[in-house]
């Protein structure tokens, strides 16, 4: 069994920078895709970035530019680097993980069957 833990979540002003890490806990397979999905209160949970087992990488348009991520060789954990942040990025972020994935490109969100807590980003003006 896969276990996923988050941190690095906090509060930040508009502008400012956080990153996130997401540790892998349990046998994981070589082809996967991982990413990281926010949810704001009262809205659905979206994808933000994702990254396949190539090293291949998706982003939300609205962090395009803004956010990377990025994963060791073991894919063992997963980061997300959140630059110029602003008030609308404040969300509860989720890493997620679908193994054995052998398609061309990450799957949508509902695919995904490993998720960690969460941890929350708050950004201020």
């Known amino acids: 069994q896969v276990h996923l833990v988050e941190s690095g979540g906090g509060s930040a002003q508009a502008g400012g920078s956080l990153r996130l890490s997401c540790v892998v806990f349990g046998y994981t397979y070589s082809s996967n895709c991982m990413g990281w999905f926010r949810q704001a209160p009262g809205k659905e949970r979206e994808g933000v970035a994702t990254?396949?087992?190539?090293?291949?990488?998706t982003y939300a348009a609205s962090v395009k530019g803004r956010f990377t991520i990025s994963q060791d060789s073991a894919t063992t954990t997963l980061w997300l680097q959140m630059n110029s942040l602003k008030p609308e990025d404040s969300a509860m972020y989720y890493c997620?993980?679908?193994?054995?994935?052998?398609?061309?490109?990450?799957?949508?969100?509902?695919?995904?069957?490993?998720w960690g807590q969460g941890t929350q980003v708050t950004v201020s003006s």
């Open positions: 997620a993980a679908k193994y054995k994935w052998y398609g061309d490109n990450c799957p949508p969100i509902s695919a995904y069957t490993d």
């Open positions: 990254v396949d087992s190539d090293g291949s990488t």
